[in-house]
């Protein structure tokens, strides 16, 4: 797998990968960017959110859950000083559906946390990932 | 820091967060998506680069370095079987210019891997990061 990130102008970069999709990044004003785009940092949490979110809902899917809606949070805190970086990040699932079986999610998130979510087994080496999920019935 | 993700339909999520900038990711035919979007291993490749290439270029013009043209490539090969998860990356560092000085160059990727990228610093926590640079010089 390889990412090519490009600058363009100031502190704005394109990223692009193997799938051909582009991703425009910038700094905020405040570190001498225009906030032309998302920061590394947001696309990190996001790329953390996606990818488990596939899982769950690819696993809810399979299990013939009534899933109507499904929105996923990821929050972190960058550490204080230097050297820094993430050390926890937490996760929250918000599954809206009819009927939805509450131990066909929790098992969900565990195997995608635990088994198939490519970027959180990565972040996980090195980040305490805690996970939370809301279940919202729909009538 | 918050991010949203948010299914869209399918396996199509599309990321949000504090900034306002909005990502579209997908998962491959493959698994059952329909490449209408960045995979989330691919941002999480692109959010390296893009971290680090901020702190290199901004180091590199306070050193007053002539940079006309700057790109990084971020590669890393998934671990085999489960559970896997990226153990080494990759980012090489391509600095097109005139008369760009070689230590400057190696001491921003220095400070920007060792102290300032917050997404290397937590990537680094339990993944293997080498880099390497190329000056291409203009006349």
Redesign the interface.
């Known amino acids: ?7 363009v102008e100031n ?1 704005q ?1 394109v ?1 692009t ?5 582009a ?3 910038d ?2 004003s405040s ?3 225009t ?1 032309a ?15 488990s ?2 899982d769950v ?2 696993i809810l899917r399979k299990k013939k859950q009534d899933v109507t ?10 550490g204080e000083g ?5 050390t926890e990040m937490h996760i929250e699932y918000i599954i809206t559906g009819r009927n939805i079986d509450e131990e066909a999610v929790k098992r969900a998130i565990e195997l995608s946390l ?3 979510c ?10 305490k990932i805690t996970d939370s999920y809301r279940i919202v019935r729909e009538a």
Do not use: W
Not at 17 to 21: K, L, N, P, V
Not at 118 to 127: F, S
């Open positions: 797998m390889q990412s090519r990130i490009k600058l502190m970069f990223g990968a193997d799938s051909g999709h991703v425009v990044m700094a905020p570190v001498g960017g906030n785009g998302s920061k590394p940092s947001e696309l990190l949490l996001m790329a953390l959110g996606g990818c979110g596939m809902i690819s809606g499904f929105e996923i949070k990821v929050g972190g805190e960058p230097h050297p820094k970086g993430f635990q088994k198939y490519l970027v959180g087994l990565t972040l996980g080496k090195g980040v």
